[in-house]
């Protein structure tokens, strides 16, 4: 994938930098706030220790549980992505292509997972390329350029092929969002622009935990609250994420 984007004319220059997600269960986030830091996990795909980041908003599995213990619900770090070292970067969440989520669209006879790999300053352009803007990316509608269309390889139709599927038991939110790995990222607080976190996540923090929020606030970090309304499924919750995401965005100036 790094050198069909080479040898499109488009940069995405013209866009602004979206920030890196990193999201975790919320009983993991609470820990992560009290270290200051982002440790490194195992990755079974790359038998390496990472940490796993996406471009601009992140991604789910498509099949979830009803969630009935608030520790579990989602928490969503917004990062940005200035002075943090991106070692490698995927048009896709890797995890989701390994255990088979993309087969109908990506022969894993056909192609090695390193042929997708983007270089790591084109987070941007891929988003130009293949959505056209920001705010299509964010809400993961593609607008694929006419040269990409025309002229891409194997490999660019195999992604056009994913990311256009109107098929709904066909699609998966991991298919169209950069995935970036990165090392242990320690002094968190002063790369996080802001925290999304459920308000019932909120309202126990600030019952148990004050100390946390109060660090937050004095580190002029965002702090944004969705709402599960009673619901316990996950879905619910991640429209909600989303939501908030694209509306940050938006009050930034960034899409």
């Known amino acids: 994938m790094e050198s069909f984007l080479k040898n499109i004319n488009l940069s995405g220059d013209d866009l602004q930098c979206l920030c890196l997600c990193h999201s975790t269960f919320s009983k993991a986030g609470e820990k992560i706030l009290k270290d200051n830091f982002i440790n490194v996990s195992e990755c079974n795909v790359f038998k390496k220790r990472l940490v796993y ?10 099949k979830v549980a009803v969630i009935q213990d ?4 989602n928490m969503v770090f917004l990062l940005d992505e200035k002075n943090i070292k991106k070692d490698r970067l995927f048009p896709f969440d890797t995890g989701a292509y390994h255990g088979g989520a993309f087969d109908r669209h990506i022969s894993k006879c056909a192609y090695n997972l390193d042929e997708f790999e983007i270089a790591s300053g084109d987070a941007k352009k891929y988003v130009k390329v293949f959505f056209d803007n920001n705010s299509n990316y964010v809400s993961r509608k593609a607008n694929v350029c006419k040269e990409a269309e025309d002229f891409g390889d194997f490999l660019c139709k195999r992604v ?23 090392g242990k990222i320690n002094n968190l607080f002063k790369h996080l622009d802001a925290i999304i976190m459920s308000n019932d996540i909120y309202e126990s923090l600030n019952n148990r935990e004050s100390h946390i929020l109060e660090s937050i606030k004095r580190a002029n970090i965002e702090i944004i609250c969705y709402d599960t309304f009673g619901l316990l499924e996950t879905t619910a919750h991640i429209v909600s994420i989303y939501t908030e995401i694209k509306k940050y965005y938006i009050a930034k100036g960034l899409i």
Not at 53 to 62: E, R, S, T, V
Not at 163 to 178: G, H, K, L, M, P
């Open 53 to 62: 980041l996406f471009y601009g908003i992140p991604a789910y599995k498509k």
């Open 70 to 73: 608030c520790a579990l619900h």
């Open 160 to 182: 056009i092929s994913m990311i256009t599927s109107t098929a709904q038991e066909d699609y998966d939110d991991r298919c169209a969002v950069v995935e970036i790995q990165t």
